[in-house]
Nanobody, 123 residues
Framework: QVQLVESGGGLVQPGGSLRLSCAASGSTVSMDTMGWYRQASGKERELVAVIRSGGSTTYAEAVKGRFTISRENAKNTVYLQMNSLKPDDTAVYYC?????????????????WGQGTQVTVSS
């Protein structure tokens, strides 16, 4: 079984920084496309940033220049460095990963979500 475990959320003042981490546990062989999404209270979940297996990235317009997504394949981990945080960034942040894992003698690929971590930007 594969699980994604997130950490790094919390309360920060406007202009501050936070770093989120998301690590895959279980019989993970590799992680392909990985991304961060967020859902503010009363709103739809939205894409924040994506990083593909080759390293290419895509960012939402609202976070370009402030957030950086990165990955550490040896640790099956994806990060989101968030700088110059604004109150509008307040949301529950979720990681999502396309994970290839071992299921007995075969390899399978599936998408998984983390449990979410709260980020609150407030003075």
């Amino acid at each position: 079984q594969v699980q994604l475990v997130e950490s790094g959320g919390g309360l920060v003042q406007p202009g501050g920084s936070l770093r989120l981490s998301c690590a895959a546990s279980g019989s993970t062989v590799s992680m392909d496309t990985m991304g961060w999404y967020r859902q503010a209270s009363g709103k739809e979940r939205e894409l924040v940033a994506v990083i593909r297996s080759g390293g290419s990235t895509t960012y939402a317009e609202a976070v370009k220049g402030r957030f950086t997504i990165s990955r550490e394949n040896a640790k099956n981990t994806v990060y989101l460095q968030m700088n110059s945080l604004k109150p509008d960034d307040t949301a529950v942040y979720y990681c999502k990963a396309e994970v290839t894992y071992r299921h007995g003698p075969v390899l399978r690929t599936n998408n998984y979500w983390g449990q979410g971590t709260q980020v609150t930007v407030s003075s």
